[in-house]
């Protein structure tokens, strides 16, 4: 299992330039934004959080529908179904596997960029908190749609309906308790105790949902 | 080491490609697959490695001390058309994954990478990233996989496509070792190979749309 | 802060990355003078170093003398 | 011979057996050169005059503006590199890009922080997004691209052949920084050194910017000269250790 | 040379559910920042055509990264390298049916959106002629990032890192021009005309580009 | 019609695979590229297809009255490893679209899609997508393809793999007929083909390292 953890990072990192490349990325989109909305920096620190949380979304989903596509266009899908370590594990090893090399970079690097945003220090701590525990749902929730694509060759339209939706609690209450760390009368621990929650209710349904979706649907 | 299947049938689709299908395999000994594109070799394997589920019908395998083993996909190794190997990777770290991905079975320990890789004549290439392979590597050093974790059971679809003659003779020559240890093979091919304890099976194709409808 | 901070920092900054490109270029250049040295020292030799067998090996060469 | 006598000399330097005999003689003048102007230059820069506006800030024009001009022109030097891949496929090109890449984002990033370090008691601020910062910080990441690319390819010649395609396309942002404060304006300074119609900046400032600027072109081009040398050395390498792998193989 | 197009739009919808993909995420966007501004309508009517830029901008570069992958995968782009239609108008018509497929439905979303941000008539017109022109440009820069990824093993986070920056200009002068439209002062048709030469610039630029890598980094 | 190559080379990397190969070849002719795995036939046949630049040599190919072709790609069809078709499209759809993609070249017609998937055989299975196909029949299928659309040349990598025997004795003899229609082949295979006017060409492997470097 470790033996997957490393080959699927070796793959991200190999092909990409590593860790770097997701920090990278981060900071284009990033410095498009001003571009957008105007040097305001006013407006950027109250919209920094929103626009961080969107990055790390487009970060997650770049690739996480090739998830398990690659594996099945060079037949390691089909070994990789035959072992019987649980699949549900070896999901889930797939997914940390993704989200290490995609996603947590911009994690750790979400605090240049909170600088960059012109945001304050306890709104950057609350954005790097709220994205270290909400983004790994990010990656449970698109282990379903990329499990669903593959199972289904005409599948692309589900796996849209399918992902894209059910990230918008994430991201909502993601944002919400970044912002209510720094907005006075808004308490932190609600939205961020149900940002656990769902994450954690994801690392469970995500995986079993992939795994079952991969087992009936090969051919 | 024994392998029953019974009346197996499969679908693809709507169509029903094959049924009532039973044979009977002892360690040693090899099903050869045999028929036209399309009768439903590479379909049966796929049954047998437990990828596609058949309709009917079903495959034990047990033990030299008649224990039941619980499913044949985990005791087997399985070579389909496509190569399961990673071109971004080396072909060393390739068969590194592999190896430890699968470990071994009881009754058997894998040979090690360097050696698989001298066994199909390839050590030279163990550097390069498996997409810079030519097809005949790339499908020999897949057959190397076999070799760096025990299986007893090999199933094979086409294991000789894109090889060279030498190599054609070399890997059959590996298979027979394999069966001289007592393992199994199941192998679908259109070349003849030369295998010791032959069984053939030969596919006749489509049989008959399915019935559910009627 | 007073100006001479910005001032001095600046220059701290601008020395500290030019030492590190410096520093880069320089051991990057030894280290692969070591590796050459060791690829000598294991009897590995340029094919166009060593002793010529055919007249014209590497043309550019041969024609430039 | 056919070829003009220009032509011949130009590839027979452009060898690269040639290229390093050539370097290994150059580099201690081109060092020592370079170790000269900026001792002169560090002398004038301290001794110089405070502006009355800008006070001892003004230091940092000495850093910054060479280091600016620096970030640009060694993304020219790698313009002209990939023509030279792209066009006369020379092995020579494809190295001098690659090896100037990293210097590029050196300068780049010494141009962003003294910059950012000068924005701040001038205009109050570390970090406005205009277009002038903007591009240079787009600029920074073009050369973080071009690394990152040319690591990702394994293939020496193929990764210099595409990324020279990728260094063209991002020429466009060239002129983009040279000409932003004049089609937008900014916070940032408008050319006074380099514009038509001569430099309106005052000789006193003039002459310690002038020679900074000469030290740090002679550093790029020493630390250039280096790098592709070390190159150079890095495939010669990797070659002979193929051709050993080989050999080895086919003795057993 | 239709054929190929005719391919491509039918693959797209087909296999990868473009359009729905491009148009959900937007969506999952804009319904994120009113979250980070807050209920001040007014904040999010005078930043909404940014976001709406913004958002366009990003759902483009889902999936741009495989323009050419899937294609150098199957084998089919040794085939189309060797045809001798031009090539750089092969690849014209494959940025062409990935716009049509993918950004297409968002300009035409756009002005659904621009009512969730609150924006009024004029403005949501304006973004919507802004985006209409100066989304293609987005392809033609895309395709020459994914030109580059050919040679990639896989592409996935560096395209978009070497394609984000050339697009910030067709960014700024599509904001521009939609506050032009609304704020009195500023003249629309300046920063509109830019665009368009941009947009044209890119269309020679990027194909070019593009067609250059793809003969360069085949093997 | 005349295909010349002259002292052709190629490089993989920085690796020479080949170099000095020179061959001429007539109208109804077939060059056929043995060798072991991994020996350079596929680098060969992606050169003359001009889809590998060669660092020396050159490649040229005239028409029967003389006139020079600008470009062996053109008038030439590939069939490589892999079969350039999509999966998630029918094989109607597949050949449709090559078929008005590539159009015809002056000395010949293509097939209709129809009569195409008749020759090798297949028509039954036209309407299904692409991936539903049995390793067999998709090769078959890429071949079709080289029907619809008629060139005089065929440059053809492994075209025989996965098929079965009477498909391979099929495919052989529409590539006779290719030929006696003074179409030109260039075959790299390992099983033997029965073709008209064989050249053959074995391939060697390896030769040395560039020397741009040294
Ligand atoms: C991070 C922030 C900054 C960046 C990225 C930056 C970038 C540049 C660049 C690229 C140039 C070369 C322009 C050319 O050759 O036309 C330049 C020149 C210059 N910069 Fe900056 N700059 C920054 C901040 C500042 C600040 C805060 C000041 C002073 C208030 C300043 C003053 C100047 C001056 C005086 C020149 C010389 C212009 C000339 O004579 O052509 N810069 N800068
Ligand atoms: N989804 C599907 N719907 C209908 N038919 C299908 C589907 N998938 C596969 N088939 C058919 O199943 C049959 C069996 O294919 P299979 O791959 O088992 O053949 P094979 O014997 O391995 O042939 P080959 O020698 O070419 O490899 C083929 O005729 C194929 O067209
Ligand atoms: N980038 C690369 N670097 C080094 N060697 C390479 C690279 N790409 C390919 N090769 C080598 O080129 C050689 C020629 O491969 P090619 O595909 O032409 O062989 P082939 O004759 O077609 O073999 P097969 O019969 O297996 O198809 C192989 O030895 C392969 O390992
Ligand atoms: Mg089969
Ligand atoms: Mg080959």
């Known amino acids: 299992m470790t033996a997957l953890l490393l080959r699927d990072l070796k793959l991200s990192v190999r092909a990409g330039g590593g860790a770097l490349i997701g920090i990278l990325f981060f900071l284009t989109v990033v410095a498009v934004i001003p571009f957008g909305v105007g040097p305001d920096l006013n407006l950027l620190s109250r919209i920094g959080p929103a626009i961080i949380w969107i990055g790390a979304l487009l970060a997650a989903l770049l690739g996480l529908d090739r998830l398990f596509q690659a594996d099945r266009d060079d037949g390691s899908l089909d070994l990789l179904l035959m072992q019987e370590h649980p699949l549900v594990l070896t999901v889930l090893i797939k997914c940390l596997a993704h989200w290490l090399a995609n996603v947590l970079p911009l994690v750790i690097a979400s605090p240049l960029l909170g600088l960059f945003m012109n945001m304050n220090e306890v709104s950057i701590g609350a954005v790097m908190l709220t994205l270290l525990v909400g983004s790994p749902a990010l990656a449970f929730i698109g282990a379903v749609g990329a499990a669903v694509a593959v199972s289904l060759p005409r599948g692309g339209l589900l796996v849209s309906i399918l992902v894209l939706p059910l990230t918008i609690p994430v991201l909502i209450f993601g944002v919400s308790a970044s912002y209510a760390a720094v907005q006075e009368p808004a308490p932190f621990l609600p939205p961020f105790l149900i940002l656990t929650a769902i994450t954690m209710f994801f690392a469970v349904i995500g995986p079993l949902g992939a795994a079952l979706a991969l087992r009936n649907g090969g051919d | ?214 | 802060m007073s100006h001479a901070f910005y001032v001095y920092s600046s220059y701290l900054v601008a020395l500290a990355i030019t030492a590190i490109a410096i520093l880069w270029t320089w051991a990057d250049g030894r280290a692969r003078q070591r590796e050459l040295a060791e690829l000598e020292a294991a009897g590995v030799r340029r094919r166009s170093a060593a002793p010529r067998t055919s007249p014209v090996e590497n043309p550019k060469e041969a024609a430039s003398e | 011979m056919t070829e003009s006598l220009a032509i011949t000399k130009f590839s027979d330097l452009a060898n690269p057996t040639r290229f390093l005999s050539l370097a290994s003689r150059l580099l201690p003048w081109m060092g020592g050169a370079t170790a000269i102007f900026f001792v002169v230059g560090l002398y004038l820069a301290f001794a110089s005059e405070g502006d009355y506006q800008q006070g001892e800030t003004v230091r940092i024009m000495y850093i910054h503006v060479p280091a600016a001009w620096l970030s640009m022109m060694c993304y020219s030097v790698m313009a002209l590199s990939a023509i030279g891949t792209l066009v006369w496929r020379h092995p020579l090109a494809d190295v001098s890009h690659k090896a100037a890449a990293p210097l590029g984002a050196a300068f780049t990033l010494i141009a962003l922080i003294t910059g950012s370090l000068w924005g701040k008691p001038m205009w109050g601020t570390w970090w406005v997004w205009d277009a002038r910062l903007t591009s240079v910080f787009i600029l920074f990441l073009m050369y973080l691209g071009i690394i990152a690319l040319n690591r990702a390819m394994d293939d020496p010649s193929k990764a210099a052949r595409v990324s020279a395609v990728l260094i063209l396309i991002g020429f466009v942002n060239i002129p983009i920084i040279k000409f932003s404060v004049d089609w937008w304006n900014t916070l940032h300074q408008p050319a006074s050194v380099i514009r038509m119609g001569g430099p309106t900046i005052d000789g006193e400032f003039l002459r310690p910017l002038l020679v900074m600027a000469i030290a740090y072109t002679l550093l790029f081009f020493t630390l250039h000269v280096m790098a592709i040398r070390s190159e150079i050395w890095r495939r010669r390498i990797a070659t002979q250790r193929r051709v050993a792998a080989r050999m080895a193989s086919r003795e057993s």
Not at chain 2, 48 to 70: E, F, N, T, W
Not at chain 2, 208 to 214: H, M, N
């Open chain 2, 1 to 214: 080491m024994r392998l029953t299947a019974e009346n197996l049938s499969a679908h693809r689709g709507e169509d029903l490609i094959f049924s009532n299908i039973s044979f009977d395999l002892q360690g040693g000994e090899a099903l050869v697959l045999t028929g036209r594109n399309g009768s439903g070799k590479s379909t049966l394997l796929r049954v047998l490695a437990g990828l596609l589920k058949p309709p009917s019908g079903s495959v034990h395998l047990s033990y030299k001390d008649g224990r039941q083993a619980p499913n044949l996909a985990e005791e087997a190794h399985y070579l389909g058309h496509r190569n399961a190997m990673k071109p971004e990777l080396t072909v060393r770290e390739n068969l590194a994954f592999w190896k430890s991905f699968f470990g071994d079975r009881e009754g058997g320990a894998g040979f090690s990478i360097g050696d698989a890789a001298a066994m199909v004549e390839l050590e030279q290439v163990l550097h390069l990233p498996f997409a810079y392979l030519s097809a005949g590597q790339q499908r020999r050093m897949a057959f190397a996989k076999l070799l760096v974790a025990y299986r007893p059971v090999w199933i094979l679809d086409e294991p000789t496509a894109a090889l060279d003659v030498k190599a054609e003779a070399l890997l059959a020559s590996l298979m027979r070792d394999h069966q001289s240890q007592g393992g199994m093979l199941l192998a679908a091919t259109h070349q003849p190979l030369e295998l010791l304890n032959v069984k053939p099976l030969e596919m006749k194709g489509f049989e008959f749309t399915a019935e559910e409808w009627e």
